[in-house]
């Protein structure tokens, strides 16, 4: 009966003029890279509302068929590690979309970075799976995206959103510095089983000093496509560890599963 209630009450959220503008600057505010040398043109760098991004957009010719990923940053928004996976994405020819949670009105941190402590503001877990369906909807309406090819990621807080969004019809999901064994209901992956899942986690990750040695692969419960990777002796950062044979790791199995799904 909670669940009910809970799903009723975020349903009526969601469906809010205030809600709905909040999610859209998400959206607007979303940082977008796209490689030129897809298309034969330019690299295509700012956030979804700038101009000069927008005058890009529309020089993509027709035919044009990218693969796709919706990043969702950790709790202290864009950063060293986003900025890492957004130059690794560049390389390997991905267009790559950031909704920036921070431009919601009145946006909380969940998380204190210097004492390693979470659940400051409990409804950024609502927000941020509202900001994948979001952007998630904004892509689906983009011509030159392949979208076959359109994958979720999230670091952090935002691998916990993307374990916990229920819809399908995705490539793929790429969870890290999450351990999926969070508390109730942040346990486990929660869309379809038949959705890939590459988990990738820090061996002594101090967020999750708690819990040490769980990982998502204790829980993906039968998925035929799933992998769980942990870096022995890695932190938080995954892709900007600066444990450089960690980083590459890492790098190497995120690009390997893209390609392959």
């Not at 909704?99 to 659940?119: G, I, K, M, V």
């Not at 916990?164 to 109730?184: F, K, S």
């Amino acid at each position: 009966m909670m669940g009910v209630v809970a799903g009723l009450v975020l349903g009526m959220l969601y469906g809010s003029p205030q809600a709905h503008a909040d999610v859209s600057a998400t959206w607007q505010r979303a940082y977008v890279s796209i490689p030129g040398h897809i298309f034969g043109g330019r690299p295509i760098l700012g956030k979804w509302r700038d101009t000069l991004v927008q005058r890009g957009l529309q020089r993509i010719p027709d035919g044009t068929d990218m693969a796709a990923i919706i990043f969702l940053h950790g709790c202290s928004g864009i950063a060293r590690e986003e900025e890492a996976a957004r130059l690794m994405f560049m390389e390997a020819g991905y267009a790559t979309f950031f909704p920036d949670s921070f431009a919601r009105a009145r946006r909380r941190s969940n998380c204190s970075l210097e004492e390693h402590r979470t659940s400051l503001a409990p409804e950024a877990h609502s927000y941020r799976v509202e900001e994948i369906r979001y952007a998630l909807e904004q892509v689906r309406g983009l011509p030159w995206i392949d979208q076959s090819r359109v994958f979720v990621m999230g670091f952090s807080e935002g691998g916990m959103a993307v374990a916990n969004y229920p819809g399908n019809g995705l490539a793929g999901l790429v969870i890290t510095g999450w351990h999926c064994q969070g508390r109730p209901p942040n346990i486990g992956i929660k869309s379809d089983v038949t959705v890939p899942v590459l988990a990738i986690l820090g061996g002594e990750d101090p967020w999750y000093a708690a819990k040490r040695g769980e990982h998502c692969g204790q829980v993906f419960n039968g998925r035929p496509d799933a992998t769980s990777l942990v870096l022995p002796g890695n932190g938080h950062a995954i892709v900007n560890s600066p444990i450089l044979k960690n980083a590459e790791r890492a790098k190497d199995a995120i690009i390997s599963f893209l390609e392959n799904h």
